[in-house]
């Protein structure tokens, strides 16, 4: 039974993280950053949150960070991959801690979770506002040696970017999580969740 858990859980894993590559390669729109580096309003961060709802913190964060990463490899700026995955990372980690450990979304049915749908994917979203302009401030001024006051303009407009992507994202794992939990549930696809 172990086994399947693991194996169901790695693949939802992996589909997630298609999801998260198509949501960014295929529905993005660039931005242009002084110093000639970019940011996109985009939805990938939608499957690295819905994952952390879903299948747990690790495997979201997982998903989210190998599919945005991928996104990036594939789309000529693989100096951003390394900071991508660990940005997505911590988007599903803090909102699977969210959901699971302090929410405990598993054990409770549709109006008991509903508040939680909402509240872990936001708080984990909105950590990535913070997170997402900070490293790219630390890259832009120390990987790419770009001055302090562009480095520090790009980080502002990464920071507004960002949480435009937030919001859309949010509401996208809102509709999604609400719609596919009780389907998954009942499908035995989501082991541990109450039906």
């Given at each position: 039974?172990?086994?399947?858990t693991?194996?169901?859980k790695?693949?939802?894993?992996?589909?997630?993280?298609?999801?998260?590559?198509?949501?960014?390669q295929?529905?993005?729109?660039?931005?242009t950053?002084?110093?000639?580096?970019?940011?996109?309003?985009?939805?990938?961060n939608?499957?690295?949150?819905?994952?952390?709802?879903?299948?747990?913190?690790?495997?979201?964060?997982l998903?989210?960070?190998?599919?945005?990463?991928?996104?990036?490899l594939?789309s000529?700026?693989?100096?951003?991959?390394?900071?991508?995955?660990?940005?997505?990372?911590?988007?599903?980690?803090?909102?699977?801690?969210?959901?699971?450990?302090?929410g405990?979304i598993?054990?409770?049915?549709?109006?008991?979770?509903?508040?939680?749908?909402?509240?872990?994917?936001?708080?984990?979203l909105?950590?990535?506002?913070?997170?997402d302009?900070?490293?790219?401030?630390?890259r832009?001024?120390?990987?790419?040696?770009?001055?302090?006051?562009?480095?520090?303009?790009?980080?502002?407009?990464?920071?507004?970017?960002t949480?435009?992507?937030?919001?859309?994202?949010?509401?996208?794992?809102?509709?999604l999580?609400?719609?596919?939990?009780?389907?998954?549930?009942?499908?035995?696809?989501?082991?541990?969740?109450?039906k």
């Amino acid at each position: 039974m172990k086994n399947n858990t693991m194996v169901l859980k790695v693949t939802e894993t992996a589909l997630l993280a298609a999801l998260a590559y198509i949501a960014f390669q295929f529905f993005k729109i660039p931005i242009t950053l002084p110093g000639g580096s970019s940011t996109y309003f985009h939805l990938g961060n939608t499957f690295a949150a819905l994952g952390a709802m879903l299948i747990g913190g690790i495997y979201g964060g997982l998903a989210g960070g190998i599919g945005l990463a991928l996104a990036d490899l594939t789309s000529g700026e693989p100096i951003y991959a390394v900071t991508t995955f660990f940005l997505k990372l911590i988007i599903g980690l803090v909102t699977g801690l969210v959901a699971h450990k302090i929410g405990h979304i598993n054990e409770k049915n549709r109006k008991e979770y509903f508040p939680w749908s909402i509240i872990a994917p936001a708080i984990g979203l909105g950590v990535n506002i913070i997170t997402d302009p900070v490293v790219g401030f630390l890259r832009n001024k120390f990987l790419f040696g770009l001055d302090t006051d562009l480095s520090y303009i790009a980080g502002k407009l990464t920071a507004g970017v960002t949480f435009v992507n937030a919001i859309l994202s949010c509401i996208c794992v809102v509709i999604l999580y609400n719609i596919l939990r009780p389907a998954l549930g009942k499908a035995g696809l989501l082991p541990g969740v109450k039906k």
